[in-house]
């Protein structure tokens, strides 16, 4: 079993296994795990399996008057987390540990049996609500990013003008488009490069400092419309100059090409400091003047492309697709003004759902801040709950149905807004 944040999990089939007992944890059904490392902190839960944990883990079994759905949300609770933290040692927070020996002194409020029941009830109600409604969210976020790509890949392969003569691309992915348009491969366009052979590195390449090495891109920097470089790897300077090639320059494109990420597409607009790609990546540099770099990573980003890909992945354990299947690819390439428009139009249907769905993450934000309250704050009693009465509550399982949610999402094409109830 693995402890995480979200409780005591079977371990992913891939995780290596072990006979050796001596080396494990016994847990039975019922038990209370908590990880003792501080930077795992909030990782703990009541189990619903018999299994075993690593040694850093703590398990403890509820006594005959402690109910042990009770004993999950207090320990679970944003006080308890603090105060078990508080109560460890280690030489910095990353390397921070509370043993049983450290935690076992720690006060605990105990209500009586029928009291924890009546707050495991109220809260198995009141986080099911929670719960519920945080799924909705995530579903109209899902649904948001679905419509914003489908509005892009239209845009891309049949222009903004409805009224203009349309052919046969001849390219099935692609379909029929505008007869300006031309229709050529990735190689024509683009050049490709990747972190290969001699290129490649090792752990002992990499450095801590950001002083001492550049930045090694991975697929973790590339986010949904944008790079982020708040955490990364560093390769040192002498590796970094090994491979001139593929040190990133602005407007470069990169693809994941290796691992389940892949096809994952991001655009270098502007660099925090020199940075270069791990083996995981392949960039594509624009070598043609009837191109904008940024419509050709919409392009590459888009669903018809992406669909070549996956059509084209080979590997079931680690997927992968090489560089010369990538360049063969066909492209929709419209004339370079419409290409200029294409990428207002674009940049604004970004816009407009990039601010709708940060108003969902907001509010999703304060759900998740108030059940962290609500939970510490029942289960210490600065809410009392004895008295009040608890409906029939459906399961924690249970969602809303997609009419419900397509409902609150409201987008108006026409005055250029978006609003999510």
Sequence with gaps: LSVSKAGVVPQIATVAKTNNGDNRKLVRKGDFVINSRSDRRGSSGISNYDGSVSLINIVLKPRSFVNGRYMHYLLKSHYFIEEFYRNGRGIVADLWTTRYTEMKSIYLPVPSIEEQDQIVRFLDWKLAKINKLIRAKKKQIALLNEHKQVIINNAITKGLDSKVSMKNSGIEWIGETPTTWKIKRLKNVATTFGRIGF???????????????????????????????????????????ESPEIQLRENDILIVKTGSSYGKTGFIDSLPKKATINPQL?????????????????????????????????????????????????????????????????????????????????????????????????????????????????????DFTDDEIDDNLVLDEEDGEMEVE
């Design 199 to 241: 290129r490649g590195y090792s752990t002992v390449d990499l450095v801590d400092n950001e002083e001492d090495g550049a930045i090694t891109t991975s697929p973790s920097n590339i986010k949904e419309d944008s790079m982020s470089f708040e955490k990364c790897s560093y390769l040192t300077w002498e590796k970094y100059e």
């Design 282 to 398: 392949l960039i594509v540099r624009n070598r043609s003047n009837e191109l904008h770099s940024k419509f050709l990573y919409f392009v590459i980003k888009s669903r018809y492309f992406q669909d070549q890909i996956k059509c084209e992945i080979i590997g079931s354990t680690i997927p992968t697709i090489s560089e010369t299947k990538i360049l063969s690819f066909f492209l929709a390439i419209p004339p370079k003004d419409v290409q200029e428009k294409l990428l207002v139009y674009i940049e604004s249907v970004i816009d407009k759902h990039r601010l709708a769905i940060k108003k969902i993450e907001d509010e999703i934000s304060l759900l998740q801040e108030y059940r962290i309250r609500l939970i510490s704050d029942v289960v210490t009693g600065k809410i009392d709950v004895s008295d009040i009465e608890i409906p029939e509550y459906e399961t924690d399982s249970d």
